[in-house]
């Protein structure tokens, strides 16, 4: 059996934003043990410990990742098909915007602001002649503060593993998520 060592704890409580106070109260403990523990000050009773790995157990539990959040059924243009197409795609899907994706990889995005600047003859061109950048990537694990934070700046977030989109999460996902 491994036991975590005292900065393994801390590491651990510090990650998922908990102050000793906050540990201290949910595994049933002191706030003075858990600093001497985290310290190296004292050795705790495997009952205690058990208690603290519990506590921060159910913390992570707590935590929304982005694996909770995304949406699966993603709906996306490739970089060679037709502006209008791309068009077409996002008013009958009612979305202003769309990841590019090419086998799997975002490599950019359109949207309808991109799009209601350009002519007639702009409309047959490849969407790779029009597409901004993709939006940004993060895995499964991101966190619901982490996703937000990206959302501040960007229309919506790619969700990857290995490379290869699994799904997307925009403000709507969140709003819906968290409502």
């Known amino acids: 059996m491994n036991l975590p060592t005292p900065a393994d704890l801390r590491q651990r409580r510090t990650d998922l934003e908990l102050t000793q106070s906050e540990l201290a109260d949910r595994a049933d403990v002191s706030q ?3 600093a001497r523990i985290e310290g190296g000050d004292v050795d705790p009773r495997l009952s205690t ?3 603290i790995v519990t506590a921060l157990d159910e913390a992570e539990g707590d935590i ?3 694996g909770d959040l995304l949406n699966e059924d993603v709906v996306s243009v490739a ?3 037709a502006v209008s197409d791309a068009a077409t795609l996002m008013e009958s899907e009612a979305y ?3 990841p590019v994706i090419q086998d799997g ?4 995005s359109i949207s309808q602001s991109e799009l209601v600047h350009l002519d007639e003859d702009s409309r047959n061109e490849p969407v790779s002649e029009h597409m901004a950048e993709s939006f940004p990537t993060v895995s499964k694990d991101a966190t619901l503060d982490e996703i937000s934070n990206l959302l501040d700046h960007y229309k919506a977030v790619m969700i990857t593993e290995s490379g290869r989109t699994v799904g997307l999460i925009t403000e709507a996902d969140l709003a819906a998520r968290l409502s």
């Open 79 to 81: 970089p060679d098909d």
């Open 96 to 98: 202003s915007q769309l």
């Open 32 to 34: 003075p043990l858990i």
């Open 64 to 66: 929304i990742r982005a």
């Open 105 to 108: 990889i975002p490599v950019g």
């Open 49 to 51: 410990l058990r208690r």
